[in-house]
Each structure stands twice: as structure tokens, then as C-alpha cells.
T-cell receptor, first 115, second 112 residues
Framework: DAGVIQSPRHEVTEMGQEVTLRCKPISGHDYLFWYRQTMMRGLELLIYFNNNVPIDDSGMPEDRFSAKMPNASFSTLKIQPSEPRDSAVYFC?????????????FGEGSWLTVV | GNSVTQMEGPVTLSEEAFLTINCTYTATGYPSLFWYVQYPGEGLQLLLKATKADDKGSNKGFEATYRKETTSFHLEKGSVQVSDSAVYFCALSGGSQGNLIFGKGTKLSVKP
């Protein structure tokens, strides 16, 4: 399996611009997660989906952030407008809830810098 | 609520030294427990897991035993290598929510 695929791997953008991060989960997985990692806050769960439906978005920082999952093989995380404090690594992850529980598999991350 | 506490780093060891990274948890029910590793510039990778009490997860020379009586899942390796330098995250899952709760991570540096 190709694993969780994220794009872009690196993005540098100017403050105020819209940023769209993309994710293709592992085929057959029914959960999809978006995490953010910074030095200050560590790893934070932003939002997760089950069967394409958002289950918990309490980690989304503010209205500038939005996430969608239009189908089982694609999700986006959008920041509009972006701010320098949004600079972080954004990870997408997916999992399948099976008999032995739930193991989450991470993508390689999208490294965002907002200047 | 559920939570994970792991020892703060950084941890610096010489090659071939013994490694222990402590992890304790608070949870209702019977969570599964995980260790993830993050190498520089990469995403998190599953290192090992245990799904019930007294289970031992192992991989690449690393081991951790699910201890319900002490609510712990300490990571150990008998002889570390420079290539083990990374950040290690303890995590737990439970209930029907599907997500994981992560510790803050412990950075390990192994010197030749």
C-alpha cells in the first residue's frame, strides 16, 4: 500500500493567502485525522472524520480553518486567510477500526511556512 | 478524561546503552497502547502496540509491556544505536471515538 499521501510536502506562502493541504488516506480506512505539530504545542488533533463525516472539530483553532472530506479517498484542510502563527507541520492520518482496535497511520506531513 | 504522561527529554545516551522511556496513562475502560517514532523531517511511524493487559509489543529491538496494575507502558531497548535518534511518542486509544491521545514526545539523541 502507498500509505497516506499528503501534498504539498512544503509550502511557503505570504500572510493573507489561502492555503490548501490535501490528503489521500489508505484505501479501506474509515477514519481520517488532521493533526498539527509545532515546537510550542506539540502534536494537536485538529479534526477527524469517520466515513467522511466530521466527528470532532473541537481542535480547529478558529474559523479561518476548515476541513472537508468529499469522498473516502480525499480530504482537504484549508486556511483562509493564513497567518504567520499557522506555520507548522500538518499531518494527515488514517485508520481502520478493526477487531484488535485502531492503529493510526500518518502521512509524511505538509511543512507550512507563512511569512 | 483519558491522558498520557511520558518522561520529558531530551534523553542523551551513548551507543549500546540501555534505553527506558517512561509512559503512564489515565483511562477509563481498556485502551490500546502505542509507541510511535518520528525521525527528523518525517511523519510519525507506528513502532509497536499492545491491545490488552500483560501484552508485550516489540519491534526493531524495542519492547513495551502493557501494565494495567501500574497503568504504564514503558519503552525499552537493550542497546541503542545512533540511528535510533528520534522523538518517541506514547499514545492510547479507547472507547469508540477512534482517535489517539498522544503524550508530548521524548527526544532521544544517541551519540557514537
Amino acid at each position: 500500500d502507498a500509505g497516506v499521501i499528503q501534498s504539498p510536502r512544503h509550502e511557503v506562502t505570504e500572510m493573507g493567502q489561502e492555503v490548501t493541504l490535501r490528503c489521500k488516506p489508505i484505501s479501506g480506512h474509515d477514519y481520517l485525522f488532521w493533526y498539527r505539530q509545532t515546537m510550542m504545542r506539540g502534536l494537536e488533533l485538529l479534526i477527524y472524520f469517520n466515513n467522511n463525516v466530521p466527528i470532532d472539530d473541537s481542535g480547529m483553532p478558529e474559523d479561518r480553518f476548515s476541513a472537508k472530506m468529499p469522498n473516502a479517498s480525499f480530504s482537504t484542510l484549508k486556511i483562509q486567510p493564513s497567518e504567520p502563527r499557522d506555520s507548522a507541520v500538518y499531518f494527515c492520518a488514517s485508520s481502520f477500526w478493526g477487531p484488535s482496535g485502531n492503529t493510526i497511520y500518518f502521512g509524511e506531513g505538509s511543512w507550512l511556512t507563512v511569512v | 478524561g483519558n491522558s498520557v504522561t511520558q518522561m520529558e527529554g531530551p534523553v542523551t545516551l551513548s551507543e549500546e546503552a540501555f534505553l527506558t522511556i517512561n509512559c503512564t496513562y489515565t483511562a477509563t475502560g481498556y485502551p490500546s497502547l502505542f509507541w510511535y517514532v518520528q525521525y527528523p523531517g518525517e511523519g510519525l511511524q507506528l513502532l509497536l502496540k499492545a491491545t490488552k493487559a500483560d501484552d508485550k509489543g516489540s519491534n526493531k529491538g524495542f519492547e513495551a509491556t502493557y501494565r494495567k496494575e501500574t497503568t504504564s507502558f514503558h519503552l525499552e531497548k537493550g542497546s541503542v544505536q545512533v540511528s535510533d535518534s528520534a522523538v518517541y511518542f506514547c499514545a492510547l486509544s479507547g472507547g469508540s471515538q477512534g482517535n489517539l491521545i498522544f503524550g508530548k514526545g521524548t527526544k532521544l539523541s544517541v551519540k557514537p
